[in-house]
Nanobody, 126 residues
Framework: QAQLTESGGGLVQIGGSLRLSCVAS????????LAWFRQAPGKEREFVAA???????YYEDSVKGRFTISQTTTKNTMYLQMNTVKPEDAGVYYC????????????????????WGQGTQVTVSS
């Protein structure tokens, strides 16, 4: 059974850094797009970054240059390195597995992902 488990959330100061982890199990690594989404209170879940099965990465514009998505060589753990954190980065961060092949356009849509972790909370303080 496919499963995703996030960790690494917590309290971070504005301008600080945090690294989120997502452990994947139950399927062959490197055969699906993996992504990070986030959801702030009262807002819809939004795309943050994605890592395609071929290693292609793409980011939401507001995090480009500050966040980095990566994975281990064994492909079973994905990371989101968050630098220069801003107040608007606060929320629950989810990792997700894509449905089939995705592109830099389709991979930004919540509907293109069918397996989700439970989420990890990121709180930004001044």
């Amino acid at each position: 059974q496919a499963q995703l488990t996030e960790s690494g959330g917590g309290l971070v100061q504005i301008g600080g850094s945090l690294r989120l982890s997502c452990v994947a199990s139950g399927w062959t690594p490197n055969t699906y797009t993996l992504a990070w989404f986030r959801q702030a209170p009262g807002k819809e879940r939004e795309f943050v970054a994605a890592l395609g099965s071929t290693g292609t990465t793409y980011y939401e514009d507001s995090v480009k240059g500050r966040f980095t998505i990566s994975q281990t060589t064994t492909k079973n753990t994905m990371y989101l390195q968050m630098n220069t954190v801003k107040p608007e980065d606060a929320g629950v961060y989810y990792c997700a597995r894509g449905i089939g092949q995705t592109t830099a356009v389709t991979g930004r849509r919540v509907s293109r992902y069918d397996t989700w972790g439970q989420g990890t909370q990121v709180t930004v303080s001044s």
